[in-house]
């Protein structure tokens, strides 16, 4: 073989397919829009799942540099009283921990092992897909840079990293519109404070139509004691009225929505005070899209956002891209680097996945949060007298168990890739 695989979009997806790539020994190039890339965005959750992803490409002893180890996962209602609290990651029983981390600085961690491992070059920035065409060998992808100018190349396949507004996406299906908006609106903001429960857990306050997630994206500061710490207010309004637009960049004012959680203050939590000390606040429509019946097409695969993205109430998001890349290559490995193998991949995944979307879009695992909200508004003192412990369990079981990381099976599971792994008859490009 001597064409690369083109990867469109140097995000975590992309980046876990090149270094992906590089395991099996298969050439590839990422091709990515921005001429510079960034640490862009805030915090995420990467589930146990990916962690053992990451641990099998030799990276996980990189993960303290970024982020913190998440202990505990609890939902709270609207008073301030404890529905349901979990460990999580090893705690838990997995082989493998959880970790909150800046997710910016996940790709950048990503870059960094991509450069040092593929060379300077694995990665092309200024370099926008937005079109591809399946030869008899392959697949040529049109490139468009930013002085307006295009080229032109040579792939023996192209993977479709490139997120939400993917251009391989709108080329499978040009009639698939905009993102599906639902009614929920994220305002998205780090600030720095005193650690909380644990010092390492994700909380999450209220209900479906309103609520405030918190988790610390780093280990206390030993000087200060304070963490930077990821917070989100959530409000859901009428889709019939639309929103503005789908951006997830732009930059929103505390008077959006800090009136409706002025009285969030509870003894161990001030909702108010928290959000008044952010830096910055950025608002997210939360949308996906519309599962679809395939993400192959001869030459070209979606991964990722591309192929799945989904309401980030599960933290499957960052943790699922990372999956779809080590699955990718298994199938590489399994069939070898052409259409049989991105259909053994899609044949894997795409039915999981399409069914996890729409599961995330009926709330996920904080649909529990709609049934204290039914049975006593979100305010009591027990919560053993508004729903039994054990419904609660087995609600989380399923959830847990439809997005891949059902604790016994992912602990049985052998690795994604073998290791020493490589697809036959690759070399370089």
Request: include cysteine; proline fraction near 6%.
């Amino acid at each position: 073989m001597n064409k690369p695989i083109l990867i469109a979009g140097g995000g975590i997806a992309g980046m876990a397919m090149a270094l992906t790539c590089h395991e099996i020994g298969v050439p590839c190039r990422v091709l990515e829009s921005v001429r510079t890339l960034a640490p862009l965005g805030v915090g995420i959750n990467l589930q146990p799942n990916a962690i053992r992803e990451l641990d099998d490409l030799g990276l996980a002893h990189h993960l303290p540099e970024i982020g913190i180890e998440a202990t505990e996962w609890a939902l709270v209602g609207r008073n301030g009283n404890d529905v349901w609290s979990e460990p999580r990651g090893t705690l838990a029983g997995y082989n493998w921990p959880q970790w909150a981390v800046h997710r910016g600085e996940l790709q950048m961690m990503l870059y960094r092992a991509v450069n040092e491992r593929l060379g300077a070059d694995a990665v092309l920035t200024d370099h926008r897909v937005v079109g591809y065409e399946n030869t008899p060998d392959g697949v040529r992808v049109k490139v468009q840079h930013r002085d307006g100018s295009s080229t032109m190349m040579d792939g023996a396949l192209l993977i479709g990293a490139d997120g939400l507004h993917s251009a391989t996406r709108a080329q499978l299906y040009p009639d698939q519109g905009a993102p599906v908006w639902g009614g929920a609106v994220l305002w998205r903001c780090t600030a720095l404070g005193e650690p909380i429960r644990s010092g390492s857990a994700f909380t999450l306050v209220g209900g479906l139509d309103q609520r405030f997630v918190h988790y610390p994206i780093s280990a206390p500061d030993p000087e200060t004691g304070l963490q930077v710490q990821n917070l989100i207010a959530e409000l859901t309004f009428d889709p019939a009225d639309g929103w503005r637009d789908s951006d997830w960049n732009r930059k929103a004012d505390l008077d959006d929505f800090l009136p409706q959680f002025e009285d969030w203050n509870f003894d161990w939590l001030d909702i108010p005070e928290m959000l008044r000390s952010a830096s910055a606040v950025y608002e997210y429509p939360m949308v996906d899209r519309d599962p679809v019946d395939s993400w192959v097409d001869g030459h070209m695969a979606l991964i990722g956002d591309a192929a799945h993205v989904m309401y980030p109430v599960g933290s499957n998001g960052a943790s699922q891209a990372v999956v779809d890349a080590r699955v990718l290559g298994a199938k590489l490995v399994e069939f070898g680097v052409g259409p049989e193998a991105l259909s053994a991949f899609q044949d894997q995944l795409l039915e999981p996945m399409n069914a996890l979307v729409l599961r995330n879009r009926g709330a996920g695992p904080v649909g529990i949060l709609g049934l204290v909200d039914e049975r006593c508004g979100g305010v009591f003192d027990d919560i053993s007298d508004v729903i039994p412990r054990q419904e609660v369990e087995d609600f989380m079981a399923k959830y847990k168990a439809a997005a891949g990381f059902a604790i016994d099976e992912l602990n049985g599971a052998p690795r994604t890739i073998p290791l020493g792994a490589t697809v036959e008859g690759a070399g370089a490009a």
